[in-house]
């Protein structure tokens, strides 16, 4: 099953569980309308996460564990909100599914 | 002792898998525990019940759900190389919205950690690869 | 958990199969666990460490960014084979890591002292 969001007047496909299919069509505005599907409000708190995620997917090749995206947080945004439970609050399906999603970062094979 | 056993490759094009079936037998005929059998990279190919080898060869796949019925033995997939090369058992393909599923019967798909988990708890870990 | 003392032997080049790919997985699942990790590259395994690799005509993704995240999976002792360099006229600052050179006796010892080995 193909499904699509409309993304700045495009249709861009995604799978069944929402990532897209092609990570080159990723915008800020892709996370944007994911969230809105969600019914989830993005802060700036939720930008710094998937900020990271970018940059470290950029420069390394692949998604960072969740505990190295933790210690990220942590050091931006100050030590009481690095750790999981802050994550978890933040991207409450789990921030490797949610916020790579929203990032346009492969989907986690599962293994972690 | 207890063993887990790493089989890198698939059925047929190396005789890896059949010195890692055979090991495991005699590990076990020899009264050692083997605690799980792994499959990774192109391993993850003994995995499939649709192989269908002619009458006068081995049964690849065969023999090894039947060893595990045997001897209650541990087959794991490894699900990131499962998903590459197309082995799914039944939830998987719900997940991934296949039209088809196709794990052997005494296998299981699960993550790398058990391979790392294996190993933790093994005396040995015996890389069957090419 | 026990931490182990784990050696992953990387011994294939970097494309040609899926090896190198799907070695840096079990790395980094490894680390996860909190085993005591150490890398070790020999024969065409010292390839997947060569700098400024560009896969773009291969259709293959580059994989080889991820050796430097992994100082902060806590993966940090990286071994190459002397004699492997030298064989493939590759020196240390050919590679994208930071790694200790090691003779082939020395390798010996090193497998040695590890309680598992991971074979790619």
């Given at each position: 099953m193909v499904m699509s969001i409309e993304v700045n007047g495009k249709l861009l496909e995604t799978d069944k569980e929402g990532y897209l299919t092609d990570l080159s069509q990723w915008e800020p505005a892709v996370a944007e309308v994911m969230a809105r599907i969600d019914k989830q409000e993005l802060t700036p708190e939720h930008w710094e996460g998937i900020n990271f995620l970018r940059e470290f997917y950029d420069e390394f090749a692949m998604a960072p564990a969740v505990r190295i995206l933790t210690r990220a947080i942590g050091k931006k945004l100050g030590r009481e909100k690095g750790n999981a439970r802050y994550l978890y609050n933040l991207f409450p399906y789990g921030p490797g599914k949610q916020a790579c999603r929203y990032a346009g970062l492969p989907k986690p094979s599962g293994c972690m | 002792m207890k063993f887990v056993i790493q089989v890198n490759e698939g059925p047929y094009q190396h005789q890896t898998t059949d010195s890692a079936y055979q090991f495991t037998r005699a590990a076990l005929a020899r009264g050692h525990d083997v605690l799980r059998v792994f499959f990774y990279h192109d391993g993850v190919n003994n995995g499939t019940r649709l192989t269908s080898p002619p009458q006068?060869?081995?049964?690849v796949v065969g023999r090894w759900s039947a060893l595990a019925a045997e001897h209650g033995l541990d087959l794991v997939i490894c699900v990131a190389a499962a998903h590459r090369r197309g082995i799914l058992d039944e939830s998987e393909m719900k997940r991934l919205d296949k039209d088809a599923h196709n794990l052997a019967p005494g296998f299981r798909i699960s993550g790398l950690g058990q391979l790392i988990e294996g190993v933790v708890l093994a005396d040995r870990l015996v890389v069957f690869g090419d | 958990m026990r931490i182990k003392k784990c050696l992953y032997v990387n011994r294939r080049a970097p494309y040609g199969t899926s090896y190198a790919l799907e070695a840096i997985d079990a790395v980094l699942i490894g680390s996860a666990f909190d085993q005591d990790i150490s890398l070790l590259f020999i024969d065409d395994g010292l390839f997947q460490l060569k700098r400024d690799q560009d896969t773009t005509d291969l259709e293959i993704k580059n994989h080889s960014p991820a050796y430097r995240a992994f100082e902060m999976y806590d993966v940090e002792k990286f071994y190459v084979s002397e004699e492997a360099m030298a064989a493939r006229g590759l020196k240390k600052r050919d590679l994208v890591i930071d790694v200790e050179v090691l003779s082939d006796s020395r390798i010996k010892d090193l497998m040695d002292e590890h309680d598992v080995i991971f074979s790619f």
């Open positions: - | 006068d060869d081995r049964d | -």
